[in-house]
């Protein structure tokens, strides 16, 4: 459902289907009460007065015990049902804007020398979306294979919600698909989760006018992020539910939604919104250079559906609406890892990050760029080729890694196993194909696996390595793909690799500096083009087919 079209806006969300769709109810003031047996999580199965309505035929429960437990327990207020995921998603943004509003104010308040400010402030919380789905809703979707939206036990579901204006539509498109495929309804009502100072104020709009000592104060009148309750235990599979706690929803909470929308802004320089469902990684600034030459190109070709290229600082470089190029020359100062979009309106347009060198960078921007769930993330750059046979410009598609990186080892033990994701795998063998034209693939591309080090002088320990390389059967040594593979396996992220190969350094085959620059000019565009190839292959044949099960467990939330 959804993505199976390729759109960020759910295909339910049509006019006709809203006109049909019952408004939202209002928890203190239910519609029909009727008596029926559920499985209830909370306390076993119990005979509940439960208020109820009907939508499209079908009858949805809502116990009124579990909406006493959310007020209670886990004190959600101005709680409202809801039958269609688009509407749920808008309340939990008017919520959102709410408490956003009263941080600002406060803080112009407390900046202005009003002494405390903390009773208003610990109102301002995150919505939050719950759901329940019992035994025979899970029975209509008995034997559904698809990878995501699938609940896999009955009981409670639940998750804070953050940023509408970056995360609304792949939240509601999640919803839509578990209100149409378990035919339950929606619960939003504001959690008891504070929303920190830090995810609301930039430093720009931040008042800059209070004191020292005031400014030590802020800690006791606003919230600001606990660390010990952002992690990446979910998705590390290490995560224990309480018993007769709900589940998530979602692989990431709202505070570790905002802590990676807040690093993406920090280490790439633009706004999170501006980052597309395609996204490509290259070690090399003439990547960037060819790419924005593309994109401004493309961006202003008639009916590329590309509306605008944007790159570090916002800086629009070219605007389909207007006929603008701006030269990339007006960007004065680049992030560390400067990012550049050639938008869509669905949102499945392309990004490229230059990430620099070195898997810890890798880490650092996967780690935060999968909070936005992308469709896909691919990376091209060069790498050393180990075999005799390989020349200067061939390409090397990983379908293993030897993951030498060090970096995530304490999130993906290195026992776990890295599969190539046969729809990326073929896509890209496909766009080598298309980009060479009448060159032999297996000529010009060597499969195999592929060495990821943290040793940017690892040459100096050829011989010691040469027994790995032999074992491994490793084709090429890079120092970011493995842990970008890695870190889409733990996220549930696509993830593909193509390398060139610049160099052979054990058969003494070293960059020499005039050879490197020919080698760059002649081999970097074309690398490129093959990568946005394969990107307009995998958005063609739908993104839906994308979501591998391969890269789910069998404990997994329901959103993609």
Request: one cysteine or more; charged letters at 20%; a neutral charge.
């Amino acid at each position: 459902m959804g993505d199976e079209h390729g759109a960020r806006r759910s295909p339910f969300h049509t006019q006709a289907q809203r006109a049909k769709t019952p408004p939202a109810v209002d928890v203190a003031n239910g519609p029909v009460e009727k008596k029926q047996r559920i499985n209830d999580d909370l306390g076993g199965a119990m005979l509940l007065h439960s208020p109820s309505f009907r939508h499209k035929h079908v009858h949805y429960k809502l116990p009124e015990e579990w909406l006493t437990h959310l007020a209670t327990k886990y004190k959600i207020s101005k709680a409202k049902v809801f039958t269609n995921g688009q509407e749920a998603m808008d309340y939990a943004e008017l919520l959102y804007s709410q408490s956003c509003d009263v941080i600002r104010d406060c803080l112009r308040r407390f900046a202005g020398g009003e002494p405390t400010v903390y009773e208003a402030t610990r109102t301002a919380c995150y919505p939050m979306v719950a759901c329940y789905v019992d035994i025979r809703d899970m029975d209509r979707c008995r034997g559904h294979y698809a990878a995501y939206g699938v609940v896999k036990e009955p009981g409670y579901y639940t998750n804070t919600l953050t940023r509408p204006d970056v995360m609304g539509d792949y939240y509601a498109q999640q919803l839509s698909i578990l209100v149409e495929r378990y035919q339950i309804c929606l619960v939003v009502g504001a959690s008891d989760a504070q929303i920190p100072l830090p995810f609301v104020m930039d430093t720009a709009s931040a008042p800059h006018d209070i004191s020292s000592r005031r400014a030590f104060e802020l800690h006791e009148n606003f919230c600001f992020p606990d660390l010990s309750k952002i992690n990446d235990d979910l998705p590390n599979g290490c995560s224990q539910v309480p018993p007769n706690s709900p589940k998530p929803l979602c692989l990431f909470s709202a505070e570790r939604t905002d802590l990676g929308l807040q690093r993406l802004a920090h280490y790439c320089g633009t706004h999170p919104k501006y980052f597309q469902g395609f996204v490509l990684l290259t070690n090399y600034q003439r990547y960037v250079e060819e790419f924005i030459a593309w994109g401004q190109a493309t961006v202003l070709s008639h009916g590329s559906g590309y509306t605008k290229l944007v790159g570090p600082r916002d800086t629009v470089l070219a605007d389909a609406a207007v006929g603008q190029v701006l030269s990339p020359d007006n960007i004065t100062s680049l992030p560390q890892m400067p990012a550049y979009h050639v938008v869509r309106k669905d949102g499945l347009g392309i990004t490229l990050v230059n990430i620099g060198v070195g898997p810890s960078n890798a880490k650092t921007l996967t780690d935060h760029l999968a909070v936005l769930r992308p469709h896909c993330w691919l990376m091209l750059g060069h790498c050393a080729g180990l075999r005799v046979s390989q020349n200067l410009g061939d390409y090397v598609l990983a379908h293993a890694y030897v993951r030498e990186d060090h970096v995530m080892d304490q999130d993906l033990p290195l026992w776990i196993p890295l599969p190539p994701i046969a729809e990326v795998q073929t896509a890209l063998e496909a766009a080598v194909g298309t980009v060479l034209r009448d060159v032999d693939i297996k000529s010009a591309m060597r499969t195999g696996t592929l060495v990821t080090t943290d040793n940017r002088d690892w040459e100096l320990r050829a011989e010691e390595l040469k027994q790995r390389f032999i074992q491994s059967r490793a084709i090429a040594v890079d120092m970011e793909s493995a842990t970008i593979a890695a870190n889409g396996f733990r996220f549930r992220v696509p993830y593909g690799t193509l390398l060139c190969v610049s160099d052979k350094p054990i058969h003494g085959e070293l960059k020499l500096q005039g050879m490197a620059n020919e080698f760059y000019r002649q081999r970097t565009n074309e690398h490129l083009q093959i990568g946005l190839e394969a990107v307009r292959l995998l958005r063609e044949q739908g993104v839906g087919r994308l979501q591998s099960r391969k890269l789910r467990g069998f404990d997994e939330p329901p959103f993609r």
